[in-house]
């Protein structure tokens, strides 16, 4: 069983909401950080939001503040990501990943669990 895995991507057309989630396993939930990446076809991975462990910290790219928002569910041990006012440049494969660590960051070598992605495609 992977430790953390994706659901929620698909196709979308610009203008419109997805959420994806990220079910966690293998770690302890409470005491995790975890950040959600993106990859575009040619492109590097880049970060585009994080959670801290005790949901006191929410960092999010400049590419995607004030329409992304991150949350996440103790009860559930589940991370969302609502994706809204979605554009062209949002078509990427998404990244969940993990850090037995309490703190944030938006750099993808700090994080030691990730899930196997979910494309997420937004047409015109």
């Known amino acids: 069983q992977l430790p953390l895995v994706e659901s929620g991507g698909g196709l979308v057309q610009a203008g419109g909401s997805l959420r994806l989630s990220c079910a966690v396993s293998?770690?302890?939930?409470?005491?995790?950080?975890i950040g959600w990446f993106r990859q575009a076809p040619g492109k590097e991975r880049e970060g585009v939001s994080c959670i801290s462990a005790t949901n006191t910290i929410r960092n999010y790219a400049d590419s995607v503040k004030g329409r992304f928002t991150i949350s996440r569910d103790s009860a559930k041990n589940v991370v969302y990501l609502d994706m809204n006012s979605l554009a062209l440049e949002d078509t990427a494969v998404y990244y969940c990943a993990g850090v037995n660590y309490y703190y944030c960051s938006n750099v993808a070598t700090y994080f030691d669990y990730w899930g196997q992605g979910t494309q997420v495609t937004v047409s015109a």
């Open positions: 293998g770690l302890s939930f409470d005491e995790s950080a």
